[in-house]
């Protein structure tokens, strides 16, 4: 059963949200030549102490293996899930930051991409069409629309531009757990898939591949990176689905619809 959020349950995830989107632009203002990726994490730390929210990432389980980052920090061709760590980013890198927050026992979920400098034409390419991705399936997000119109728009957005989606990872329902239903691929079919009713708060989130769609999980188990060694992208929004207009409860200043 995916979860409805009642009014109230709204407002918790509208704060939550709010939270994360927050820490998600102090971070992304740190991202320069130079500093480590674990100096990244550390600031990310600070920044929810001094907000009083707690890492939705920090010590989450899958099996036996315990995340040890605050937030998830992945380079060029890192996807998702990547560790804070010595290495130093570089000009012409590029960092996808994900930054997720428990805040009164509510979650917001967020992600972007941030270019270091003047990135190849070709990766900077990558970035406007996953973020573009996110948005045209924001678009479709309506009431009594179908989970597979998101997860077709996305996929269709990438093969334009003759990009591919990662399969082996998804968006999700967020709200009192980081991971609830529904799971959302980033590929699908149209008009298949349950229908989207208003109170439903979904991470939609492409992770779009300049090569393969292949991944690999490193030997850390967690990161995962591209098979061919090309960049990805990677963009996330936590939307509530409403009887208007879908709203984005994790929206930045650099929030960009097209």
């Keep these: 059963m995916i979860p409805i959020k009642n009014p109230k349950e709204v407002e918790r ?3 939550a949200c709010r939270t994360a989107s927050e820490i998600l632009d102090r971070v992304s203002e740190l991202i320069r030549p130079g500093i480590t990726t674990k100096e990244v994490d550390e600031a990310a730390a600070d920044f929810m102490q001094e907000a ?3 890492s939705a990432f920090l010590g989450y389980r ?3 293996r315990v995340f040890p980052g605050n937030i998830c920090i992945s380079l060029n061709d890192e996807v998702v899930h990547g560790i804070g760590s010595q290495r130093r980013i570089q000009y012409g890198d590029i960092v996808k930051l994900d930054i997720g927050v428990i805040e009164d026992g509510w979650v917001g979920d967020n992600a972007t991409t941030v270019p ?3 990135v190849d034409e070709r990766v900077d390419r990558l970035l406007r069409v996953t973020e573009n991705a ?3 399936a924001i678009g479709v997000a309506h009431e009594d629309r179908r989970l597979g119109d998101i997860c077709a728009e996305i996929e269709d957005e990438a093969r334009r531009s003759d990009f591919s989606v990662v399969r082996e990872f998804v968006g999700h329902g967020v709200g ?11 590929y699908g079919k ?7 009713r208003p109170g439903m708060t979904l991470a939609i989130e492409p992770m779009i591949n300049m090569g393969t769609s292949e991944v690999r999980l490193l030997d850390d188990g967690w990161t995962v990176r591209t098979a061919d060694g090309m960049p990805s992208a990677h963009f996330e929004h936590t939307v509530l ?18």
């Excluded at 149209?190 to 989207?196: H, V």
């Excluded at 409860?249 to 097209?258: D, E, F, S, V």
């Design 62 to 64: 899958l099996g036996h």
């Design 134 to 136: 996110l948005a045209r």
């Design 176 to 186: 009192r757990k980081m991971h609830e239903e529904p799971q959302i691929p980033n």
């Design 241 to 258: 689905i409403t009887k208007d207009e879908p709203e984005i409860l994790t929206w930045r200043a650099k929030t960009q619809l097209k």
């Design 116 to 118: 270091v400098g003047v």
């Design 190 to 196: 149209r008009g298949i898939g349950p229908r989207l």
């Design 13 to 15: 995830m509208r704060q």
């Design 52 to 54: 009083n929210v707690k």
